[in-house]
Every structure is written in C-alpha cells, then in structure tokens.
C-alpha cells in the first residue's frame, strides 16, 4: 500500500469533512490528514500519494489557506509523486465556477513533475463552466454539498475507484 497524505483547506468545516470520508474509506489515520492551514511543504516528502483538497469560495477563488500554501508546494519537485485533487463547490450559485479550486491547484502543480489520478465523468453533474474540467473529465472528484449531497457518498466511491485504477493502492 502506498503512503497517503490527504491535505485541505476547509473554511466551514465542509472540505474537511469529506477529507474524512475520504480517509476512512481508503484506511488513512487521522495522524495523516493535514489542514493547509498548519500544514509545510516539507509534509509532503513523506507520501507517495497526496490528495488534495479545496473548497470554492465566490467566483471560483481558492479556499483561503490555500493561498498561502499553493505558491509554496508548487515551487517542489513533486516528481514520482500521484496527486489526486478534491474540492467542494456550489452547482447552483456558482454554476460558472463549479469547484475551479481544484481546477488552479491543477494548473500551478503542472509543472511539477506529479502525476494526477483520479480524473472523473462530468455527465452526472449540472454546471455550466469549470477550469476544473480538463480534457472533457473533471481533473478529480468535485462535490456539490450544497445542492447535491445526496450524490456525495456515490462520488466519493467511484473517485476512490478511479484513483485505485491509477495506481494508489
């Protein structure tokens, strides 16, 4: 089994929250999951795999934390390391910005040298944009708990599958 480190940045206690689900399901000690907001770059080192987590405030802006740690970690040499990215959003409210959080994590870890599991269909979802749809996929599990919660469990299963297929595990 792979080393992973499941990191969030949570405002309201939402992002947080399915950080846990997501680490009970894959068997992650609670030792291993980190806010952002207490978090250093240097707690990467030890994981093979680091799932990333974000929610998306306002028109697509990041979750405050991740402001000051993005710049950080996206200065590392993530290279042999499987990223896989989380994110919560508002469909209805925000249908043109639907989880873009996740979609700039992606974007400013590009060049890293990481390697991104955990893509997903985008046909079960009502949106209408997203920086977070790369390729025609979700570039990893987006979540709306505030319109579709009752779709969380069902997504959240079906991510962990896709990122087995990718290699964590």
């Not at 068997?27 to 799932?51: C, R």
């Not at 950080?72 to 469909?91: A, E, H, R, T, Y």
């Not at 709306?144 to 009752?150: P, R, V």
Request: aromatic letters at 10%; proline letters at 2%.
């Amino acid at each position: 089994m792979k080393t992973i480190g499941i990191f969030y940045g949570s405002s309201n206690g939402t992002t947080e929250s399915v950080a846990k689900q997501i680490a009970e399901k894959l068997g992650v000690k609670s030792a291993d999951i980190h806010d952002v907001g207490q978090a250093s770059p240097a707690d990467f080192a030890s994981y093979e795999v680091l799932l990333l987590g974000s929610s998306t405030w306002g028109a697509g802006d990041l979750q405050d934390d991740w402001y000051d740690f993005l710049p950080k970690i996206k200065k590392l040499d993530l290279s042999g390391k499987l990223v896989g990215l989380f994110g919560c959003g508002d469909s209805s409210s925000f249908s043109d910005t639907f989880c873009d959080a996740i979609g700039t994590i992606y974007n400013d870890l590009k060049a890293t040298g990481c390697k991104f599991v955990g893509s997903m269909d985008t046909s079960s979802y009502t949106y209408d944009d997203s920086t977070a749809v790369v390729d025609g996929k979700f570039v990893g599990l987006a979540l709306d708990e505030m319109n579709e919660d009752d779709q969380t469990p069902v997504r959240i299963d079906a991510w962990i599958e896709s990122l087995k297929k990718d290699g964590v595990e």
